[in-house]
């Protein structure tokens, strides 16, 4: 399949353990924060969104926090496993016509 | 329920040319946005049709337009290709509203080499 990057920072862990994905944002204006995933030739599918009210949303397997004061969002997957590996984006709306994403984040997952 | 759908899946053209890419939205979607994502990058948005009409534009040349038509689908076109234009080009298909982008679906795009 195709490769969605070649230079993306990486984080690898072991299948079980768990795994933290973080992300900065710039607009402070943005009223949602989603996480994506994105699997080699295909487009990102949505994991999880969280709205800039809140600092804390939990979904299966996954828990997303937002900290405001430092722009800073993260991801947490929970027993990690190898169908999880893929390259991970986050994404703001900063006005609900667009989205804008980070730089993504390629987790490998070893069996 | 088919989900959003891009074709061609694969594109060769050579600089000057001009392409096409098609996009038909989800079910029940009404609004498309295009993104363009190089390798190694997050997708870059390029711009929102809604009702037919382009709505928002993200930081894209003229030569890159688009058109909706009454049944949601879109086109992207663009003129005079660039071998900068070689990347993924993904379609997003959303329902209207404040949430809109928080249920954006994306189809598995068009990879488009200029050579």
């Known amino acids: 399949g195709e490769s969605v990057g070649l230079h993306l920072p990486t984080l690898s862990v072991q299948e079980g353990d768990n795994s933290i994905i973080n992300c900065a944002y710039s607009?402070?204006?943005?009223?949602?924060f989603i996480w994506y995933k994105q699997e080699s030739g295909k487009g990102p599918q949505f994991i999880i969104d969280?709205?800039?009210?809140?600092d804390k949303r939990q979904g299966q397997r996954v828990t997303v926090l937002l900290n405001k004061t430092v722009k800073h969002l993260s991801l947490q997957i929970a027993a990690t496993q190898p169908g999880d590996s893929a390259v991970y984006f986050c994404a703001e709306t900063p006005g609900f016509q667009k989205l804008v994403f980070g730089t993504g984040t390629r987790l490998l997952v070893s069996p | 329920d088919a989900g959003v759908t891009q074709s061609p899946t694969h594109l060769i053209k050579t600089r000057g040319q001009q392409v096409t890419l098609r996009c038909s939205p989800k079910?029940?979607?009404?609004?498309v946005s295009w993104y363009q994502q190089a390798l190694g990058q997050g997708p870059q948005f390029i711009f929102q049709y809604y009702e037919e009409e382009e709505r928002q534009r993200g930081n894209f040349p003229d030569r890159f337009s688009g058109h909706q038509f009454p049944n949601y689908s879109s086109e992207l076109n663009v003129n005079a290709l660039l071998l900068g234009d070689s990347a993924l080009y993904l379609c997003?298909?959303?329902?209207?509203?404040?949430?809109?982008?928080?249920?954006?679906?994306f189809g598995q795009g068009t990879r488009l080499t200029v050579v």
């Open positions: 997003a298909s959303s329902p209207e509203g404040v949430r809109g982008n928080t249920e954006a679906f």
């Open positions: 079910s029940g979607h009404d609004t």
């Open positions: 607009n402070s204006a943005s009223d949602y």
């Open positions: 969280i709205r800039s009210n809140m």
